[in-house]
């Protein structure tokens, strides 16, 4: 069966065709455009829709091309040093190495007398003398015009390959690894030839053709509706987001408020309303980002500072406290959010009625080494429930649920430490007979709900996003979520439930 092909595709393969009957089987695309009066552009792009209907067969071919380095232009200017150093001594019969250094500058004098000791003129006792060899002369004339020729773009032949090398290898001209395309007919390329005999089909019908009347009699070019198209990648979500947007919809199923924070807080925020103590290394410049403008901002709530130092110093009834000088410069400090707890402890101090039910889903930031499991910028999935029947069975049943909507069922906990939580634990995934650990929780210390005027349970929790997502995608380095592969960033599956 023969095609319907557009008028450049005939041409090419009238072109091929006329070189098949002479005997050429394969020809580049430079001597198809040598052959016709098509563009490179309109023969490449003929050339690549024949491959496409397999009507030819195609190599690719990788070829090198040369560049002359600026150093290779210079030479082309103003002579080869060796070559300059030669005219001298020919005049002079006889110069100093440390003349040759003034006269040519030190790189171009060394360059200059290594290449002309090759030719037997060797400094002696610092000096050069000249020796009647008419072959440096011919063969510094060669390398010239060697690089002139590369200059001008022209072919070189074989037998100044061995010239080439030499100056590829001094750094005068530089190698380009190109690619080109050898195009030969294939079977059924020769057969849509014989069958269809190349008649040329009106493709347009222009108001020209029809007012001469030029199409009578002529075929027409029918469409090919099964010629296979070329899919469209259309634009998708980056699977981060795309989880995001999944993990959002869980949370706000179950009836929680989304909260948000800001990027920068106060420590006093961050760490002490935690109950964070102020020696903690979680504080230290080694583990987290503080900001060089240090009391530019002034403490938005500052009446909480007291009662926060206050549990600090001296704890509450029943709890003993820190017992430290708590100093309030050190809460007023500003820093990158280490963790969106810092969202929770401020949404609760700003809507302390229970009952409610908060998330977020933030970044947050670490001073850490970046690893196929940590980033130093990362998010976190965090929430918190304030109600009088909160409880840790009920923390873990909703842990369950939320990662069960997400696909995984193996969850496990174990115990865990944070100043802000008791008791605590780390909320831990089982795949594939791996564990990973997903990030933290527990019920907050009262050291926490008093000074913010809470009486009833919180439950809360920190869970990596990144890490989820490493999961979620079924991939081995954490940093691939944010390499862009494009690959991966079109044909990313998302988890069956
Ligand atoms: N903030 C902890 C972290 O960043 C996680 C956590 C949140 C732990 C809430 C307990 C309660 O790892």
């Known amino acids: 069966m023969s095609m319907d092909l557009s008028k450049s595709e005939n041409i090419v393969l009238n072109v091929l065709w006329n070189l098949e009957k002479k005997g050429v089987h394969k020809v580049s695309e430079a001597d198809i455009v040598n052959q016709c009066k098509l563009s490179p552009v309109g023969v490449s792009s003929a050339v690549s829709w024949l491959d496409f209907k397999k009507l030819i067969n195609l190599e690719r071919k990788e070829f ?184 959002r919809e869980i949370f706000l199923e179950m009836g929680f408020t989304e909260m948000h924070g800001d990027y920068v807080q106060f420590a006093g925020w961050n760490m002490d309303a935690l109950f964070i103590p102020q020696d903690h290394p979680a504080r230290d410049l080694q583990d987290t980002f503080f900001l060089k403008s240090k009391y530019e901002l002034n403490f938005d709530h500052p009446e909480i500072l007291m009662k926060v130092e206050r549990v600090h110093q001296k704890g509450i009834p029943g709890y003993s406290g820190w017992k430290y000088a708590w100093k309030e410069e050190k809460a007023r400090e500003l820093l990158l959010r280490t963790h969106t707890t810092v969202n929770t402890i401020r949404y609760l101090y700003e809507h302390p009625e229970p009952p409610s039910a908060i998330f977020s889903i933030e970044k947050v930031f670490r001073h850490e080494s970046v690893d196929w499991k940590h980033l130093a910028e990362l998010h976190q999935i965090e929430g918190a429930v304030h109600s009088k029947d909160a409880s840790l069975s009920s923390l873990k049943w909703l842990m369950r649920t939320f990662y069960k909507k997400l696909g995984f069922e193996k969850l496990n906990f174990i115990p865990a430490y944070y100043p802000y939580t008791e008791p605590s634990m780390d909320v831990v995934v089982e795949i594939n007979g791996r564990e990973v650990e997903l990030g933290g929780s527990g019920l907050f210390r009262p050291e926490v709900l008093r000074p913010i005027g809470i009486k009833d349970n919180v439950i809360a929790w920190g869970l990596g996003l990144e890490r989820l997502a490493m999961l979620y995608y079924d991939l081995t380095d954490i940093r691939g979520i944010y390499e862009s592969d494009i690959d991966w960033l079109r044909n990313y599956k998302i988890r069956v439930k």
């Open 64 to 247: 090198s091309e040369y560049d002359v380095t600026t150093e290779g232009k210079e030479y082309i200017h103003n002579d080869l040093p060796e070559a300059r150093l030669l005219k001298l001594l020919k005049e002079r019969k006889k110069i100093s190495v440390r003349e040759v250094m003034d006269l040519l500058g030190s790189e171009k004098g060394k360059i200059a007398l290594v290449q002309l000791s090759k030719f037997s003129m060797k400094p002696d006792r610092g000096e050069i003398s000249f020796y009647e060899n008419p072959s440096a002369e011919k063969e510094f004339g060669i390398r010239l015009q060697l690089l002139s020729k590369i200059l001008r773009n022209e072919k070189i032949d074989a037998s100044e390959l061995s010239v080439l090398k030499e100056l590829q290898k001094r750094g005068l001209i530089e190698e380009r690894k190109r690619f080109k395309r050898l195009v030969s007919l294939s079977q059924a390329g020769i057969d849509q030839v014989k069958n269809s005999g190349l008649t040329e089909k009106i493709e347009r019908l222009t108001p020209e053709i029809i007012a001469d009347g030029s199409w009578k009699g002529k075929e027409f070019r029918t469409y090919d509706l099964n010629v296979p198209v070329e899919r469209i990648q259309n634009g998708s979500l980056h699977p981060l987001t795309y989880l995001i947007r999944e993990i």
